[in-house]
């Protein structure tokens, strides 16, 4: 059974910094691209960052280039987002998702995890 368990989120300041860990069990996913969403309740899930099989290329949703980075451990089956200066409208539910791919204009993935809640405060 594939699971993707994220972990990290919590409560942070406007301009902190939270590192999100997401670790993938019940198959390998490192040659698989990895990314990131976020979901604000009643609204759609977002694409923030994927990051291919080899860690050596990463996308970013515009609002968060220069302050979020994507990263990968294959070793450990596990991918990270790595948020610094924090805005209150970071705050969301952030998945992680493995086989992303963007489809047109869409980014997209097969498998999900639960989700971790990031909030900033004002």
């Known amino acids: 059974q594939v699971q993707l368990l994220e972990s990290g989120g919590g409560l942070v300041q406007t301009g902190g910094s939270l590192r999100l860990s997401c670790a993938a069990s019940?198959?390998?996913?490192?040659?698989?691209?990895m990314g990131w969403f976020r979901q604000i309740e009643g609204k759609e899930r977002k694409f923030v960052a994927a990051?291919?099989?080899?860690?050596?290329?990463?996308h970013y949703e515009d609002s968060v280039k220069g302050r979020f980075t994507i990263s990968r451990d294959n070793a450990k089956n596990t991918v990270y987002l790595q948020m610094n200066s924090l805005k209150p409208e970071d705050t969301a539910v952030y998945y992680c998702t493995a086989e992303v791919a963007k489809i047109g204009e869409l980014w997209w993935g097969d498998y999900w995890g639960q989700g971790t809640q990031v909030t900033v405060s004002s």
């Open positions: 990051i291919d099989w080899s860690g050596n290329t990463a």
């Open positions: 019940g198959r390998t996913f490192s040659n698989a691209p």
